[in-house]
Structures are given as C-alpha cells and as structure tokens.
C-alpha cells in the first residue's frame, strides 16, 4: 500500500503520538479536529496578499533578499521505500503556503505562522518543512508542482502584540514580524521516512503511553488498548 502523509504530522503527531500515527495512516483513525478561530484565518489571509510578489528586504532589513510568491501550492512527492518492507511505500502531500524566489535564482519554502515560535517548536517545525521541501525537490510526477533549485527553508512568523485603533472607526493588529531559517537537509529526510517511519507503518500497532495527549483524550470516553 502507498500511504499518503501530511507534512504537518511530522510538526507534532509523530512525536507526541506514535500509536495516534499509526492509527491514521494505517488504520484511518483521526485524532479529533482542532477548529481554528476565525481570526487565525483571517491574518494568514492578510499576511499573504501584503506579501505577494513583494521583495522582503524592501520591506525590513531583517528578512531575506528574495520575493515572495507561490501561495498555496499542492505538493506530492515519489514514492519512497524500503526493501526491507515492500509492502509499504510513502508519498508526501501537503500545500505549502509560500516560495522565496532569490535574487540568484533559488529557491526557499516557506511556511507561515502567527504566534511566537519557541525553540522547541522550532525543531518540530524543522521536519515539517523538510517534508514540504522533499516533496518540492522529489516530484511525484513531472505534473506536479517542484522546484529544482532550492538554497534553503523556513518560518515566516507574525506575533501579534498589540491592538490599535486609528480613531476612525477602524482598528488592527500590531506585532513582530522575523525569518526563520533552516538549512536543507533532504537526504536526511528521507532517511527518517525509510529507518523509521516505513518500519513503524509496517509493523504491529505501538502500544499509546500515558504521555500521549490523544490517548489521554480517548481514554475519557473509556477507550482501551488491548495488545495482540
């Protein structure tokens, strides 16, 4: 079988949840929906189409030399293997919010975020653009959407401060606006799909730790696991 994985899920559910991946890409158990406040959307929105097409260094002397450009592009990787486990394949598939398009002719993927960025989160997110970049880099087909030339990856983060009003009946959302960059490491990448996460899909469901915060969720409504 091929499975089809989110970038997203490498952010936090591989971490923080081995059984709740295995679940939903072995079994197609979801871990419940998260609805998101109608303002994140909004300032994803706004983030972008004051972005588009603009060079960032124009605009703060912080943020990269390039352009930005390529909102929401739906990528899919080849597959990818491992022969020790014929029966599974994987294929990323995700929509990435954004391309840096560099002077020089390169290439960045970009994801967007609103709210401040620890460093532990940065590491997490780190995997996540990895998989988005693979995908980019490593085509399923020549029909879908890649790049050749990428130089490197990162997060371009909003943290919101303030609230302002200009006194005409009208207000907004001051904040901080910084790039995160991160080095391409693809062969790495596809490392971890073919050591660790093919071996984790083929083999017998993992066993949930009491740590895991979805199975903490489920256990409320009197789940159980019962191991083979």
């Not at 923080?16 to 303002?39: H, L």
């Not at 995700?94 to 290439?107: H, M, N, Q, R, T």
């Not at 080095?183 to 073919?194: A, M, P, Q």
Request: glycine share 4%; with cysteine; proline share 6%.
């Amino acid at each position: 079988m091929t499975v089809l994985i989110s970038p997203s899920d490498f952010a936090f559910l591989y971490d923080q949840s081995k059984w709740g991946f295995y679940n939903k890409y072995k079994n197609g158990i979801k871990r419940p929906t998260v609805i998101m406040p109608k303002i994140f959307t909004l300032i994803d929105h706004s983030f972008k189409e004051s972005f588009l097409n603009q060079n960032l260094y124009s605009i703060c002397k912080d943020l990269p030399d390039a352009t930005f450009r390529d909102a929401d592009k739906w990528v899919v990787s080849k597959e990818i293997s491992n022969p020790s486990f014929p029966d599974i394949k994987v294929q990323i598939r995700g929509k990435i919010d954004a391309v840096f398009a560099y002077p020089d002719e390169s290439f960045a993927i970009i994801d967007l975020k609103t709210s401040d960025v620890s460093n532990q989160y940065a590491e997490k997110y780190k995997r996540q653009l990895m998989a988005y970049s693979y995908a980019v880099k490593n085509p399923e087909n020549s029909k879908a959407f890649h790049l050749d030339n990428l130089k490197n990856t990162g997060l371009l983060i909003f943290d919101p401060k303030k609230f302002h009003i200009d006194y005409n009946s009208k207000g907004g959302i001051k904040g901080d606006i910084r790039w995160l960059e991160y080095e391409l490491d693809l062969d790495g990448f596809e490392s971890f799909i073919v050591d660790e996460v093919i071996p984790l899909l083929a083999g017998k469901e993992p066993a949930p730790t009491n740590e895991d915060p979805q199975w903490e969720y489920l256990k409320q409504f009197g789940f159980e696991f019962v191991e083979d």
